[in-house]
């Protein structure tokens, strides 16, 4: 009898243990933690794709575009305060993505369009483009910043009053798509909204780069990266001269400058022609001598006049090469050289 009642007692406990075991095929391997009411909805905690050490926040659960789980300090404690973060992060992208396009932009036509309409350019000495880092931001007219806040308003209260209250609003959605260029799939929107936020996120690194560079070298973001702004041909010339290597100038640049060459020294020794018309001009022909001399000499005044006449018709011998002559020489030898230099790499 006192075997069967501790027999009893043994199976009422083990029965009541198995109560809380957990059956792993129910729960796909996952425990569920207590809670404290059934009206709780339990949602199994992942690893963040961003840090895969952590588990990622119960709000992240990947329906955002663009979510990965990354919230280290917990700033999203809510979903309302979750939403108000999207909406900031979604409006600082598409600024940022103007920003770098303009960044650069700026540093390559301001002060050409600055002179096409007689104002002056608001880049520095070094072509860097006005920011609180490089200063210069009192150039810019105020009217500028009164019409961005003003717009500003517009968009951020349209945003608010109009589009926040229709049905399926979600962050960043304002209804702008006034090329059609939004899929009408539901696959597409998700990857066009991936696509946005992801290169926005890009672009608010890249134009605190574009300061922070520019900021610490002192010179212009096309300088730094002009392979992306500037003629192929012009920057790997400049890369190589600045290493030390020997690149030859294009043919055609050698040969315009053999022609300027050729020009300058036409223009300190005169042609044959004119050469030989000065001297038939004061040497007269042999008849002419032969008959003057059997004409009666003419009396000495008029040969005293006659000689000066004919100073003042000879012009002066030419006197030793001058400095423009030398100089127009050698760059003939100059650029012959580089000729030869040119076809030995054809070679």
């Not at 709780?40 to 905690?45: A, E, I």
């Not at 005293?304 to 030398?326: D, F, G, K, R």
Request: aromatic share 8%.
């Amino acid at each position: 009898m006192k075997i069967s009642v501790a027999a009893l007692i043994q199976l009422a406990f083990i029965t009541s243990a198995s109560a809380f075991v957990v059956d792993l095929s129910s729960t796909q391997k996952t425990c569920a933690p207590l809670r404290m009411s059934n009206d709780d909805q339990y949602k199994p905690t992942k690893k963040s794709e961003a840090l895969p050490f952590l588990n990622s926040p119960m709000l992240l659960d990947g329906t955002m575009a663009g979510d990965r789980g990354f919230d280290p300090f917990g700033f999203a404690d809510s979903t309302a305060r979750l939403t108000e973060f999207r909406e900031a992060e979604i409006k600082h992208a598409r600024l940022a993505m103007l920003a770098a396009a303009g960044w650069p932009l700026s540093e390559l036509w301001d002060k050409k369009i600055a002179s096409f309409l007689d104002l002056p350019p608001i880049l520095d000495a070094t072509n860097r483009a006005p920011s609180l880092l490089n200063g210069g931001l009192g150039k810019i007219n105020p009217a500028y910043w009164i019409g961005c806040l003003a717009i500003a308003a517009a968009v951020e209260g349209y945003g608010i009053i109009v589009q926040s209250k229709k049905e399926g609003y979600f962050p960043g959605d304002f209804g702008f798509d006034p090329f059609g260029l939004y899929p009408q799939d539901e696959k597409g929107r998700t990857d066009m909204r991936l696509s946005e936020i992801k290169h926005g996120r890009l672009a608010m690194v890249a134009i605190t780069a574009f300061a922070a560079q520019e900021f610490v070298a002192g010179t212009a973001v096309i300088d730094h990266a002009a392979i992306f702004f500037k003629p192929i041909g012009g920057v790997l010339t400049d890369y190589f001269t600045q290493a030390g290597v020997y690149v030859a100038p294009p043919l055609e640049d050698i040969q315009n400058s053999a022609v300027e060459a050729l020009e300058a020294v036409k223009s300190v020794v005169p042609p044959v022609e004119v050469v030989s018309e000065a001297v038939t001009a004061v040497v007269p022909p042999v008849d002419a001598v032969s008959a003057a001399a059997t004409a009666v000499p003419p009396p000495v005044d008029v040969v005293s006049a006659a000689s000066v006449e004919a100073a003042a018709v000879v012009p002066p011998v030419p006197a030793a090469p001058s400095a423009e002559l030398i100089a127009a020489k050698e760059r003939i030898v100059e650029l012959e050289a580089k000729l030869s230099k040119i076809a030995e790499f054809s070679q």
